[in-house]
């Protein structure tokens, strides 16, 4: 009788930890959250632009650079090629600004650099195929249009999610991804683990300058060229790196957790950032395998602070207004928002008083 009561305690204990444990994975997933959506402003959405995961405004605010990929269209075997596009929110004008080359083009993060002499550079992560991964250097010409000038393929770009310049040649890119193969990549995913990196490309090679980041995503860097920020997605926190200039070198000075899926970083001309997030990771996950399933939408804005972050939800969204916001890239009263798998991307005009 004793061994049954024993047996009994085991298993009711097992049982209380491992639904703790699935409680807690749905609590940190925000699959509990009730989301109430508020925005104080409008948006409308613009047709044309399939998956346009990343997104950033041009320096003077007349253009937006858009990575467009249909990643929904990808997953279901079609072959599709992405494209770079140009949106004006002065006339609502769309282009396609799309090389020629690369081929195949199959776009993710981008980063608009500035030279000290005007020049314009956008650095672009492209997955040609399957297990393969390189960063596009193109060159903005007098014309208005795109060059493609350097093509960047390193062993240590095992998973590129998000690249940004910080030279003509140099950036940093995130491997949301620490293992390189299918196996490793589902584990990764399945447990949550910590094995995503940040590597630094000096112009000739590639060195992994920060491990052990859980999902790293978006990055960012001051326009001192002396602080970085970079996004983790599963491990739901922004992290604050003092860079070296000469070196590339970081050293980590701040992890602020968000407890929500992050995912592009946007810097603001006023030294601010605008993150887009995920706040119900399963729906999120529940979207990218069914695309007319909406998943929540959540923009953030952050001013730094001696201490941290002032932290400020401009936006929530149950999906109406669009799913799964990867981008808001933000200038004046206006917001652009991108989205990893949906077929449009949403321009927002924020109200008087608002946060900028």
């Known amino acids: 009788m004793r061994r049954w009561k024993i047996a009994a305690v085991v298993v009711a ?21 009730h989301i109430q959506p508020h925005f104080e402003g409008t948006c409308v959405r ?5 998956g346009p995961e990343d997104l950033t405004f041009h320096p003077d605010g007349t253009a937006v650079w858009i990575s467009s990929f249909d990643r929904a269209a990808a997953s279901r075997g079609e072959e599709v090629t992405g494209a770079l596009l ?9 282009e396609d600004v799309t090389p020629s080359q690369p081929r195949p083009f199959h776009p993710h993060g981008l980063s608009l650099s500035r030279s000290p002499d005007g020049h314009h550079s956008l650095f672009v992560v492209n997955h040609p195929e399957a297990g393969a991964h390189a ?17 960047v393929v390193d062993p240590a770009l095992v998973s590129p999610n998000d690249v940004v310049a910080v030279g003509s040649d140099q950036f940093y890119a995130s491997n949301d991804h620490g293992g390189a193969t299918s196996v490793t990549r589902r584990l990764e995913e399945t447990l949550a683990l910590p094995w995503g990196n940040l590597v630094y490309f000096d112009g000739e090679q590639a060195r992994v ?9 978006g990055l960012a860097v001051t326009s001192d060229g002396r602080t970085l920020y970079a996004a983790e997605t599963t491990g739901q926190a922004i992290l604050v790196f003092a860079r070296d200039p000469a070196t590339g070198s970081l050293v980590q000075r701040h992890r602020e957790r968000l407890r929500t899926g992050l995912d592009n970083i946007e810097l603001a001309a006023d030294g601010s950032l605008w993150v887009a997030s995920h706040p119900n ?3 999120f996950m529940q979207h ?23 932290v400020e939800e401009v936006l929530l969204d149950d999906g109406s207004i669009l799913s799964a916001a ?15 798998f949906a077929p449009h991307f949403a321009v927002c005009t924020m109200a008087a008083g608002g946060a900028r």
């Open 86 to 94: 140009r949106y004006h929110p002065a006339t609502g004008e769309l």
């Open 135 to 151: 960063i596009e250097i193109f060159d903005l010409t007098p014309a208005g249009g795109l060059e493609h000038r350097r093509t």
């Open 281 to 283: 990771t399963l729906a």
């Open 13 to 33: 204990t097992v049982v209380l930890a491992l639904g703790g444990a699935i409680l807690g994975l749905l609590v940190r997933a925000g699959a509990l959250r």
């Open 46 to 50: 613009v047709e044309g632009a399939p």
């Open 209 to 217: 300058v920060h491990q052990g980041t859980g999902y790293a995503n």
């Open 326 to 340: 990867s981008t808001a890239a933000v200038h004046g009263d206006t917001m652009v928002l991108g989205a990893v």
């Open 288 to 310: 990218a395998s069914d695309p007319t399933r909406p998943a929540p939408s959540q923009v953030l804005h952050l001013v730094p602070g001696e201490r941290g972050f002032q």
